[in-house]
T-cell receptor, first 114, second 115 residues
Framework: AQSVSQHNHHVILSEAASLELGCNYS??????LFWYVQYPGQHLQLLLK??????LVKGIKGFEAEFIKSKFSFNLRKPSVQWSDTAEYFC????????????FGTGTRLLVSP | DAGVIQSPRHEVTEMGQEVTLRCKPI?????LFWYRQTMMRGLELLIY????????DSGMPEDRFSAKMPNASFSTLKIQPSEPRDSAVYFC?????????????FGQGTRLTVV
């Protein structure tokens, strides 16, 4: 079965700082990868996803992520964060074939100070 | 489409009582997932269904937990008897067939408090 690890549990940044959140997965085959965001008190919403093709994926609100197959990584980036980006961010992975479950990392809490 | 609909949004119950959480997935979605979110354990997958059939329930913590999906538009997660450690936010999510799109759409969640 696949697994996901997010290295940073809490990140604190000032507005306009650059963001990079780490995500590594373990699975021997091809996978689909996701980043979800959960704003305080709300449900999870999709930020971006990778299925195939260009490993640099652009999502909503200026976020992007790069899939590096050799490193089993799918790090999330944003060049300049805003206070409104304060939220919890989850990386998730699902194998591309077969009956497999969508597995989430433990999440990273981002606090952006104005 | 109204999205994934969960009810109730909040539930407070006494220890030992039965609790039933409900979920209506997005119409046409083949997969339905139940997740539990706590501060200590993060987001845990409890069980998921494909075409109303339970595929993997290995995440269900104990026999006190059970889930059903009697038809394509309705699923329940039941806890009987409930315990304080079951307090968490329970999310339901659905997605279409994996060949087309495996993005999961989440409901608003049910915040369960067992006292």
């Amino acid at each position: 079965a696949q697994s996901v690890s997010q290295h940073n549990h809490h990140v604190i940044l000032s507005e306009a700082a650059s963001l990079e959140l780490g995500c590594n997965y373990s699975y021997g085959g091809t996978v689909n990868l996701f980043w979800y965001v959960q704003y305080p008190g709300q449900h999870l919403q999709l930020l971006l996803k990778y299925f195939s093709g260009d490993p640099l994926v652009k999502g909503i609100k200026g976020f992007e992520a790069e899939f590096i197959k050799s490193k089993f990584s799918f790090n999330l980036r944003k060049p300049s964060v805003q206070w409104s980006d304060t939220a919890e961010y989850f990386c998730a992975v699902i194998p591309s074939t077969g009956f497999q479950k969508l597995v989430f990392g433990t999440g990273t809490r981002l606090l952006v100070s104005p | 489409d109204a999205g994934v609909i969960q009810s109730p949004r909040h539930e407070v119950t006494e220890m030992g009582q039965e609790v039933t959480l409900r979920c209506k997935p997005i119409s046409g979605h083949d997969y339905l997932f139940w997740y539990r979110q706590t501060m200590m354990r993060g987001l845990e997958l409890l069980i998921y269904f494909n075409n109303n059939v339970p595929i993997d329930d290995s995440g269900m913590p104990e026999d006190r937990f059970s889930a059903k999906m009697p038809n394509a538009s309705f699923s329940t997660l039941k806890i009987q008897p409930s315990e304080p450690r079951d307090s968490a936010v329970y999310f339901c999510a659905s997605s279409v067939h994996r060949v087309l799109n495996t993005e999961a759409f989440f409901g608003q969640g049910t915040r369960l408090t067992v006292v």
